[in-house]
């Protein structure tokens, strides 16, 4: 099991708690919380805890080219079973629609 933590810049608030998302073979969990008092609300923070190793620069530039273009601020955490960057691209959007509805 890896850890991998990244942060990036934002320009919006998640205003509510978001899950999306299973951790099973193949998939991906996400679970979004607005900052908390104090947290500054200009940064995106994220946990990735993966199961698979090796994939640091993949999460990394995956992760940056969503909030580039979806800077929504929050502790977000994402626990993967083996997902594809395709299938973390798609339940970042869910979590993002779901901030957004």
Do not use: C, K
């Not at 979806?70 to 691209?89: Q, S």
């Amino acid at each position: 099991m890896q850890t991998l933590n990244y942060q990036f810049p934002a320009s919006s608030v998640a205003a509510r708690a978001i899950h999306v998302g299973v951790v099973a073979s193949g998939d991906l969990e996400i679970l979004l919380q607005p900052p908390a008092e104090g947290d500054p609300v200009d940064n995106v923070v994220v946990r990735v805890r993966t199961s698979v190793n090796g994939f640091d620069t993949v999460w990394h530039d995956v992760l940056e080219r969503f909030f580039t273009r979806t800077p929504v601020a929050g502790r977000w955490e994402l626990n993967d079973f083996g997902a594809t960057p395709g299938v973390v691209t798609l339940r970042l959007r869910q979590a993002a629609e779901a901030v957004a509805a």
